[in-house]
């Protein structure tokens, strides 16, 4: 059975940080490529960042610096690390995997929403002011 499980979600402060997991099981994490998106109230789906296998990572213009992915290809992980939290953060943050590498990049680097074949059920975070 394939699954993404995310963890870390929570209630946060303002200008505090989290770090969000990603765990994978049931399919080839080498050949997969892993991407965070976000998705608040009345919004689209927005991608975050991805990361491959290979260490290969991308992210949105508009995330660069207050975020950073990192996996940890033994433990079929990968992670979300958010600094700086504004409530403008606040959303349901997602996991995703497609063996498509471009299919996930695109959709982080230009918003091109594609039918990625694995998603997690997210990680709430909510950030007050």
């Known amino acids: 059975e394939v699954q993404l499980v995310e963890s870390g979600g929570g209630l946060v402060q303002a200008g505090g940080s989290l770090r969000l997991s990603c765990t994978a099981s049931?399919?080839?994490?080498?050949?997969?490529?892993i991407g965070w998106f976000r998705q608040a109230p009345g919004k689209e789906r927005e991608g975050i960042a991805c990361i491959s296998s290979d260490g290969s990572a991308y992210y949105s213009d508009s995330k660069e610096g207050r975020f950073t992915i990192s996996s940890d290809n033994a433990k079929k992980a990968v992670y979300l690390q958010i600094k700086t939290l504004k409530p403008e953060d606040t959303a349901v943050y997602y996991c995703g995997a497609d063996s498509s590498r471009s299919q996930v990049r695109r959709w982080v680097l230009f918003g091109h929403q594609a039918n990625i074949e694995f998603w997690g059920q997210g990680t709430p975070v909510t950030v007050s002011s």
């Open positions: 049931g399919f080839n994490f080498d050949v997969y490529t």
